[in-house]
């Protein structure tokens, strides 16, 4: 069976889209490819939700590459201890 070329869920050209911060509202400007952005404003982290596949895509190493998956995978760990200590608060 040949493993189709690419991620099927995923634009081939980096899109940009604008989030609001969180913490003061500003508008950041993120790309596909970002892993994080800080906030020009008030220097809030705000993460990439596109994050979600990489976390269970048994590809995602091959998709992204090595590096990106690394970075990825760190961004991903940081935010399941914030939720968790949040949680615990």
């Not at 269970?56 to 200590?85: D, P």
Request: aromatic fraction near 6%; include cysteine.
């Amino acid at each position: 069976m040949a493993v189709m070329m690419g991620c099927q869920g995923r634009d081939k050209t980096p899109t940009i889209t604008e989030k609001k911060c969180p913490k003061c509202g500003h508008l950041i400007e993120m790309f596909s490819t970002d892993t994080e952005v800080k906030c020009e404003n008030c220097g809030f982290v705000v993460y990439n939700d596109a994050l979600s596949c990489v976390q269970w895509c048994a590809y995602a190493k091959q998709c992204v590459g090595e590096e990106a998956y690394e970075q990825l995978m760190a961004v991903a760990k940081k935010q399941k201890e914030r939720r968790e200590a949040e949680e615990s608060k």
